[in-house]
C-alpha cells in the first residue's frame, strides 16, 4: 500500500514546500506511553533483552537526571518531560537488505535521497528511523579488516567487553542533566570499532530523523579508534515539522587513540519545533587527531558544544562550527578544547549567521590545564547579521593555567555591506541571490572541509533558508 | 535604429549634497567616450549612478537605454538590459570564487528572464569559454579559483574587472579609472585588453586620468566634467591636451564650475 503524505505546516497553500517537510505515516509496532519513570526505563531495557548492567546504568542515570536542576545558562527551554514519548521500535526487526524495509518508510528514506547516496561511494549505510535502525549495510571488505559498524543496540549484545569499556566513560552520567537523561532512555546511534592501523579512506555515514510527534530521539553514539587507525564519520540530520515541542537530545563519545585520526562530520536541519540538546566530546591521545565538523540549521534551541580533550602529548583538536539562526531559531552552538598535556594543538574556527530575528550565540572554552606547557590553542569566531532584527553574541571562556603557551582569539561580527551586495547585483544577480553567495562565501572556509555531496546540500539548505529573505 | 545611451539634464544627490548639475550626454553603440575632470568632479559619480547605486538620489533628469527610461530599474535589471560597470574600486567577496561569480553572472546577463534558482549555463560550456577569455587577457588559470577581490593586488583587480567585461560583453560598459593603480606596462596591456574583447562594438565611456588606456580605444569624443557638470567635448585630441596641459584653461574658462568642483572635493567646507 501506498503511503500517505501529509503536508504540515502549509497553511496557506502558497509556501515553497520544504524538501524535508514532509511527514510518512507509519505503522509503529511498540510505543511506551508518554512520560518518564522507572518503569518506562525497565521497559526500554527489557525489549531491547538488555544485561542487566545496562539496566542499572539506565536506572542510576534516571535518579541523576531528576536531581540535576536545569542548566541557567544558554537558551530557553520550556519542555514538559513528561508530555514525551521515550522509546517507540517503528518495526519489529533490523532490515538486512533495502528490499526487508517496510515500504512507508522505505518512502521517507526515498524522499530524503539515501539510496542515490548509498549508489556512491558510501562504505555503509545506518539509517535510523525513530529509535531504531532499521536498515544498515557494510562493505564486505571492512568487515573484513575487522571495522564494526552497527547500531548501539546491537553491539550492546554482540560486542559487550568493548562496548563496555569506553560506554559512558568519556560523557559520565553525572556530566550534565540531558547526558543523564540520554544515559537512562538511549536507543539506537551508531557503533563504531576501527582496528590498529586500517584507514577508511571514504566517510561512513548515518542518516537520524525524528518522525513521530512529541517523540524525543535519544541516540548514543561510540567510536573507537584504535592507534593509527583514521575514520571519517559523517552524520545528517532532517526532520519533518510538527506543532508541539519534540526532543533531540543526543550523546556521542569518540576516543582516538595513540596516532590515530578521527573526523566526525554533522549537518542538521531540525525542524523550528525541536530542542536539540546534545553532548559531544572526544579523547585524543598522543600525536592523535580528531576533529568535528559540526553544522546547525534549524531547530527552535540547539545547545551544543563538541569538545576535544587532548590528553597525552602531541593530540590534536580541530573544531569547525557553522550556525544559521533563522526566525524563531536560538543557535547556542561553540565548542571546547581542554588541553591536558604538554604540545598539544587545538583550533576552534566557529561561522554563524542569523537572520529575521534569529538569535546565533557562540559559546566556547579554551581550556589549557597545568603542565600541558608548549601547547597552542586558537579560537577564531565569525558572525554574520544579515538584519536589525537579528542577533549574534559571542561568549568565549578562556582558563589558562600554564604559563608557556600560546593563546589566541579573534572575533568579528559583520552585516552584508551595501557595497557587496551592490557590486553582486551590477553583475546581474537579483538581491536575493547576491545575498545567498555572500552567505555562502562565508561558510565556504567550512564547507570545501565537507564530502562534496554534503557540501551540496548544505549549500541548498542555505539556500532554502535564504529564499525569500530579502525585501 | 542603433542603440543609445543617453543621460538627459541628470542632476543627483548624495546624502542631500548635490554633485552631478545637468549632465547631458549620448552614446551610441561602437562609439567610445572618454571622460575627463578633476577629482570630485562627478566622474565616478556618473558611473555609479548609471548603474544604479542606491546610495545616489536622482533629483532630475533621465537615463534612457534604448529610449526607455531605466531610472527605476535595479542594478540587475540594468545589468540585464547590457549596462556594465568596470568599479574603480572594486568590493571583495570572500569565500565567492571568481569563476561560481562569473557563471551566475554570464547566465544572468545572458538570460534576462533567468529566476533565482533556476539553471545556470552549462558548466563544460562556461569553463571553456572562461578558460579562453583568460588565455586572451594572458591570465593564470589559477586565478579563477580566487574568491572576488580578495586579497587582489590593485592590478589584479582592475584586470578581473576586465575579465568580467570580456565574460558579460554588455551592449555599453563604463570603465571608471580602469587604469588608475597600474603601472605604464600593465596599463598598455589593459588599454590591448579592452580593445582585443571587442570594447569597439560596445558603447564605451571611458573615464580617466591619463592617455594611455586611451591608446587602442580612440574616442571619438572627449568630454570635461567639472562641478558636475559637462563644461567642454572634443575629440581625441581634447584628451591629449589635458594630459599633457591639465585642467587650468579649463578652469580658467569655466570659473564656475571650477569653483563649484572646489566645494565638492571640500565637504567640511560646505555650510547649511
Known amino acids: 500500500m501506498a503511503a500517505t503524505d501529509v503536508i504540515v505546516n502549509d497553511e496557506t497553500g502558497v509556501g515553497e514546500i520544504n524538501k524535508y517537510d514532509f511527514r510518512t505515516e507509519t505503522h509503529s509496532v511498540f510505543k511506551a506511553r508518554k512520560g518518564l519513570d ?433 525585501g | 535604429m542603433s542603440e543609445t545611451l543617453e543621460i538627459i539634464d541628470l542632476f543627483v544627490e548624495v546624502e542631500g549634497k548635490p554633485i552631478l548639475r545637468g549632465v547631458t550626454l549620448t552614446i551610441r553603440r561602437g562609439e567610445t567616450h572618454a571622460l575627463m575632470g578633476p577629482n570630485g568632479s562627478g566622474k565616478s559619480t556618473l558611473g555609479l549612478v548609471l548603474m544604479g547605486h542606491p546610495k545616489y538620489t536622482v533629483t532630475s533628469g533621465d537615463i534612457l537605454l534604448n529610449g526607455q527610461s531605466i531610472l527605476e530599474a535595479s542594478p540587475d535589471e540594468r545589468a540585464r538590459a547590457g549596462l556594465f560597470l568596470a568599479f574603480q574600486r572594486p568590493v571583495a567577496i570572500p569565500g565567492v570564487k571568481m569563476a561560481d561569480f562569473l557563471r551566475h553572472a554570464a547566465t544572468n546577463v545572458r538570460n534576462p528572464e533567468r529566476k533565482e534558482g533556476e539553471d545556470l549555463m552549462p558548466m563544460k560550456e562556461f569553463r571553456q569559454e572562461l578558460r579562453a577569455k583568460m588565455a586572451q587577457l594572458k591570465m593564470d588559470p589559477d586565478f579563477a579559483r580566487r574568491y572576488v577581490n580578495d586579497g587582489f593586488s590593485g592590478g589584479e583587480m582592475k584586470r578581473a574587472e576586465i575579465l568580467q567585461l570580456a565574460m558579460l560583453q554588455p551592449k555599453f560598459a563604463i570603465l571608471d579609472e580602469t587604469d588608475s593603480g597600474l603601472d605604464a606596462d600593465a596599463v598598455r596591456l589593459a588599454s590591448q585588453s579592452i580593445a582585443e574583447i571587442g570594447g569597439a562594438k560596445m558603447g564605451l565611456l571611458i573615464i580617466t586620468h591619463h592617455d594611455k588606456l586611451l591608446e587602442h580605444n580612440p574616442p571619438q569624443y572627449t568630454h570635461v566634467i567639472m562641478g558636475g557638470r559637462i563644461v567642454e567635448t572634443g575629440g581625441r585630441e581634447l584628451a591629449d591636451e589635458l594630459h599633457r596641459n591639465g585642467y587650468q584653461r579649463i578652469r580658467d574658462e569655466h570659473p564656475e564650475a571650477a569653483a563649484m568642483n572646489d566645494t565638492n572635493t571640500k565637504p567640511e567646507a560646505v555650510t547649511a
Open chain 1, 38 to 470: 522507572e518503569d518506562i526505563v525497565r521497559q526500554i531495557s527489557a525489549l531491547k533483552n538488555e544485561p542487566k548492567w545496562m539496566l542499572d546504568f539506565r536506572l542510576h542515570a534516571l535518579k541523576v537526571f531528576f536531581s540535576k536542576p536545569m542548566p541557567k545558562w544558554g537558551g530557553e527551554i520550556n519542555l514538559d518531560f513528561q508530555d514525551i514519548y521515550y522509546y517507540i521500535k517503528p518495526t519489529e526487526q533490523q532490515g538486512r537488505t533495502w528490499d526487508d524495509v517496510p515500504s512507508e518508510i522505505k518512502d521517507t528514506f526515498e524522499k530524503l535521497g539515501i539510496p542515490e547516496a548509498e549508489r556512491k561511494y558510501l562504505a555503509g549505510v545506518k539509517a535510523q528511523f525513530e529509535s531504531e535502525v532499521i536498515y544498515g549495510s557494510l562493505k564486505e571488505d571492512l568487515a573484513e579488516k575487522g571495522v564494526i559498524f552497527t547500531d548501539t543496540d546491537t553491539a550492546v549484545r554482540e560486542y559487550p567487553e568493548l562496548l563496555r569499556e569506553h560506554f559512558g566513560k568519556i560523557i559520565p552520567t553525572e556530566d550534565n542533566k540531558f547526558a543523564a537523561l540520554n544515559s537512562a532512555v538511549w536507543s539506537g546511534g551508531s557503533f563504531i570499532y576501527v582496528p590498529k592501523g586500517v584507514k577508511i579512506d571514504f566517510p561512513l555515514q548515518a542518516y537520524f530523523r525524528i518522525n513521530e510527534e512529541n517523540m524525543g530521539q535519544f541516540e548514543r553514539t561510540l567510536i573507537i579508534v584504535d592507534e593509527g587507525a583514521q575514520v571519517h564519520y559523517v552524520e545528517g540530520c532532517t526532520a519533518p515539522m510538527y506543532t508541539s515541542e519534540s526532543l533531540h537530545s543526543a550523546v556521542v563519545e569518540v576516543i582516538v587513540k595513540r596516532n590515530g585520526r578521527c573526523r566526525y562530520t554533522t549537518i542538521q536541519n531540525w525542524a523550528n519545533n525541536i530542542y536539540n540538546l546534545v553532548t559531544k566530546r572526544a579523547y585524543a591521545y598522543g600525536d592523535a587527531v580528531m576533529e568535528w565538523v559540526d553544522g546547525n540549521l534549524g531547530s527552535q534551541l540547539t545547545m551544543k558544544y563538541p569538545a576535544v580533550h587532548m590528553m597525552e602529548p602531541g593530540a590534536r583538536g580541530e573544531i569547525l562550527s557553522i550556525a544559521f539562526a533563522n526566525k524563531g531559531q536560538h543557535q547556542d552552538a561553540g565548542a571546547k578544547l581542554v588541553h591536558q598535556a604538554p604540545n598539544t594543538t587545538g583550533q576552534i574556527i566557529s561561522k554563524s549567521i542569523s537572520k529575521n530575528g534569529g538569535r546565533a550565540s557562540y559559546r566556547g572554552l579554551a581550556r589549557v590545564d597545568k603542565g600541558a606547557v608548549g601547547s597552542k590553542c586558537s579560537v577564531v569566531c565569525d558572525a554574520l547579521i544579515l538584519d536589525d532584527a537579528s542577533r549574534s553574541d559571542t561568549y568565549p571562556y578562556i582558563e589558562v593555567l600554564e604559563q608557556d603557551v600560546s593563546i589566541g582569539h579573534e572575533a568579528s561580527v559583520s552585516r552584508i555591506g551595501e557595497e557587496q551586495l551592490f557590486y553582486l547585483t551590477s553583475r546581474g544577480m537579483s538581491e536575493a541571490e547576491a545575498s545567498t553567495m555572500i552567505v555562502n562565501g562565508f561558510i565556504e572556509p567550512l564547507v570545501k572541509e565537507l564530502p562534496m555531496e554534503y557540501a551540496v546540500e548544505l549549500n541548498r539548505l542555505i539556500q532554502l533558508q535564504m529564499e525569500g529573505s530579502v
